[in-house]
């Protein structure tokens, strides 16, 4: 099929309103990341919740739209919850979005006792005839439920190639052609995985079907010991954009290239950084008409058959894989024995904490301030190392917060006002949630006691008395400049 | 530093209980952080999904581990 012909564009973060909401046509699609709007309501029957009324507002913006999804890959062996259907269907429609995409990796595995589980890391899914199988299945039980064209994004992986699996580009082109879906080609990850040793992008491009890719994910990323992250940071590599240069004039059905940042790294990369990105981009999306180079085609190869299947089945391998990158016991089995001995793996664990504690400082930071001034940076690392070996991730943010208060209680830790500071943090998750305000109660002033922690300062001389304070919802300050297009 | 969103509005609720308003989320060393925007949208969701390198853990513990060995270099300043 051929997709609608959008143009270049930008995943929605906070902070990129200006450019969005600019009449200069410069950025023509917004990519929306719908689960990261998401409230997560985990006892409800439906616990994924759109907020409608931020929906409403980006598709009044001028972009044409897209949908990406980050919570619910479909790479692996195990079918998604599929109550997020209805919330992803119901956000494609809200914003009209040509086509949506998801991550060819999987999230999810299950432990010896059958409790499912999620890994909290975008994990490769087994490259094999099976893998294959086991991830059509999985695109397929998604694509026919939404009402737009589907496409699965080409991953980065950490992990060294392995004897008896696919390679990368031919393991893509198995799926997409099994599933007949698009292909959204993330070019940074592709040269992320060259870096790292694995294929290289030349002969990955090779290998795949060029008029399955409807959309390209440029990004920045960073160096980190031995390994190239794709971390969305900033400027695309040079190389990246080279290549991107050299595959565009291929591509016959491509539909937009989207720059992607992370919005940790928009106060340093800056609203400049991110239009010179959108820049490049524009002189990117002109390359589509021009006819390639005679000299410079890309080079077309078939994968050879694979014959020696991976011993492992789909199944195996992704609670094998999950298990060696969220425990720390000794691995008995051959596949998790091996897996152990790949220098990936501490590597992606080591990232995993850091998404996870990412996750509980957004929405605690003040109790994680208050631990962090009263314990040693040795006994925090420690305390943060053993919270992700006993407690398994959670997908949404703020049930990742609420586990990590429940395992500080549970600890019993004499530092003072910390089991207020966690009570009022996490009250206020739900005031942010469902917008209604609540009360706590606090045995100091709690205005005196978030000054300082504001400031970084640990609380003192603060005299005691009963307090209860009512936690007002926040103001959405996004798109206060949005009736410029009314 | 003086939060302006700290808004106070104490009332003497009874006898020995003051009540005070407090927001959801409590605005934090801005000019640290260059926060451009100040904004909850992103940090309730599914923003944990990735295969990258999330920085937000790092920022905070250097924030206050800088903060830590601020206030020890004055307090040793002071004790000479």
């Known amino acids: 099929m051929k997709p609608a012909d959008l143009g270049i564009g930008l995943v929605y973060i906070p902070g990129l309103e200006p450019l969005f909401e600019s009449r200069d046509g410069n950025v023509q699609v917004l990519e929306l990341e719908p689960q990261a709007l998401w409230r997560y309501f985990s006892r409800r029957s439906q616990p994924y919740v759109n907020q409608l009324d931020l929906l409403e507002r980006l598709n009044a913006l001028p972009q044409k739209k897209i949908v990406h999804g980050v919570g619910f890959p479909v790479g692996g062996s195990r079918i998604p919850d599929p109550r997020h259907l209805e919330p992803f269907r119901e956000a494609i429609e809200a914003i009209d979005a040509a086509w949506a995409s998801e991550h060819l990796v999987f999230n999810e595995a299950q432990d010896p006792d059958g409790e499912v589980y999620q890994t909290g890391f975008f994990l490769p899914p087994l490259a094999t005839p099976a893998g294959v199988e086991a991830a059509t299945r999985t695109i397929r039980s998604v694509s026919q439920s939404l009402p737009v064209p589907f496409a699965v994004e080409t991953p980065t992986n950490y992990l060294k190639s392995r004897h008896g699996q696919m390679s990368d580009g031919a393991f893509t082109a198995a799926v997409v052609e099994r599933a007949d879906c698009g292909i959204l080609l993330d070019l940074h990850n592709i040269w992320t995985n060259e870096r790292n040793g694995r294929q290289g992008v030349e002969a990955f491009l090779s290998e795949i079907p060029l008029e399955r890719v409807w959309e390209i994910h440029l990004a920045g990323g960073v160096k980190y010991g031995d390994y190239w992250l794709d971390a969305h940071s900033g400027e695309i590599p040079r190389p990246v954009i080279t290549w991107a240069h050299r595959l565009i004039p291929h591509l016959p059905n491509l539909g937009a290239v989207i720059f992607e940042l992370l919005p940790a790294y928009l106060p340093k990369f800056g609203l400049d950084g991110v239009r010179r990105a959108v820049d490049e981009l524009n002189e990117l999306w002109a390359l589509r008409c021009s006819p390639p180079q005679p000299d410079d085609s890309i080079r077309r190869s078939s994968p050879p058959v694979l014959e020696m299947d991976d011993t492992a089945s789909p199944t195996e391998w992704e609670n094998a894989l999950a298990n060696a990158i969220l425990s720390d016991d000794l691995p008995t089995t051959p596949l998790g024995k091996q897996l152990a001995q790949d220098p990936a793996v501490p590597l992606i664990r080591t990232l995993n904490h850091k998404f996870r504690l990412s996750a509980v400082v957004a929405n605690l930071r003040m109790s994680i301030r208050l631990l962090l001034l009263n314990l040693h940076e040795e006994a925090f690392d420690q305390l943060v190392t053993d919270y992700c070996l006993t407690i398994k991730p959670q997908r949404f943010a703020a049930a990742e917060a609420r586990n990590f208060a429940d395992y500080i209680n549970s600890l019993e830790l004499d530092i003072p006002y910390l089991d207020e500071l966690l009570n009022y943090e996490i009250t206020a998750i739900d005031v942010i949630a469902d917008g209604r305000s609540r009360r706590v109660s606090f045995s100091v002033d709690p205005n005196k006691l978030l000054d300082a922690l504001a400031r970084g300062d640990l609380p003192e001389n603060l005299t005691p008395a009963d307090y209860e304070a009512e936690i007002t919802p926040p103001i959405d300050k996004s798109f206060e400049t949005q009736p410029l297009y009314h | ?80």
């Open chain 2, 1 to 80: 530093m003086e939060d302006p969103t700290l808004r106070i509005e104490k009332e003497a609720l009874h006898a020995n209980v003051v009540r005070v308003t407090i927001p959801a989320k409590v605005a934090f060393d801005l000019k640290q952080m260059q926060k451009i925007t100040e904004s909850v949208l992103d940090q309730l969701g599914c923003a944990n999904c990735h295969s990258g390198h999330d920085i937000r853990f790092d920022i905070e513990k250097r924030f206050i581990v800088d903060t830590k060995l601020k206030v020890h270099s004055q307090a040793e300043l002071i004790g000479r």
